[in-house]
């Protein structure tokens, strides 16, 4: 069974720049996280999707958004983007339907580098 | 939910001994503890797991056990081996505005030297 994927691997942007990353959860799985990892420090929640809808956000700014298609895949999209943005960019997803206690499972990660 | 904290934050042992790691955690309605495993390079790893009905649970090497009392939860992994080595998060999930979100220690660098 494929984990959780995530695209790119690497993605390079410019201050002010939008950065759109992507994610495609387990086969099955109808919940999709992000979470921020900056250098040396853990990972921090942004944001929640399931099935279609944002359940819940973390402390970030608006220019941090995303959505979930109907095939359960996510998009997470920044925009206005500032250095301290630079961190990796995980995604997890997480089965059943309403349940904050599901097991997620997180993909690779998309390394984000501002310049 | 709120705040998570793990100790220590390095921790280096010798090839078959025991390795501890720490975690506390301030928020009562916390119902679900997680702890991942980072290699370097790759996303975390979910290793185990224990939900607040529970005690203790083991998996062959790795066990962690919970106090609830005193709102702390720890992972115990015996027998360490080289490949042990990795950074180790612990994380929780509460209900109310948390719902869904795991909010993580800051992490654990282990080092096993053979």
């Known amino acids: 069974e494929a984990g959780v994927t995530q695209s790119p691997t690497h993605l390079i942007k410019t201050r002010g720049q939008q950065a759109t990353l992507r994610c495609s959860p387990i086969s099955g799985h109808t919940s999709v996280y992000w979470y921020q990892q900056a250098l040396g420090l853990g990972l921090q929640f942004l944001l929640w999707?399931?099935?279609?809808?944002?359940?819940n956000r973390g402390n970030f700014p608006p220019r941090f958004s995303g959505r979930q298609f109907p095939n359960y895949s996510s998009e997470l999209n920044v925009n206005a983007l500032e250095l301290e943005d630079s961190a990796l960019y995980l995604c997890a997803s997480s089965p059943g339907v309403g349940r904050a206690d599901n097991e997620q499972f997180f993909g690779p990660g998309t390394r984000l580098t501002v310049l | 939910g709120e705040n998570v904290e793990q100790h220590p934050s390095t921790l280096s042992v010798q090839e078959g001994d025991s390795a501890v790691i720490k975690c506390t955690y301030s928020?009562?309605?916390?119902?679900?503890f997680p702890w991942y495993k980072q290699e370097l390079g790759k996303g975390p790893q979910l290793i185990i797991d224990?939900?607040?009905?529970?005690g203790e649970k083991k998996d062959q090497r790795i066990a962690v056990t919970l106090n609830k009392t005193a709102k702390h939860f720890s992972l115990h992994i015996t027998e360490t081996q080289p490949e042990d080595s990795a950074v180790y998060f612990c994380a929780d999930n509460a209900g109310g505005t948390s719902y869904g979100k795991l909010t993580f220690g800051q992490g654990t660098i282990l080092t096993v030297h053979p």
């Open positions: 999707y399931d099935e279609g809808e944002e359940r």
């Open positions: 224990i939900r607040s009905n529970v």
């Open positions: 928020d009562s309605a916390s119902n679900y």
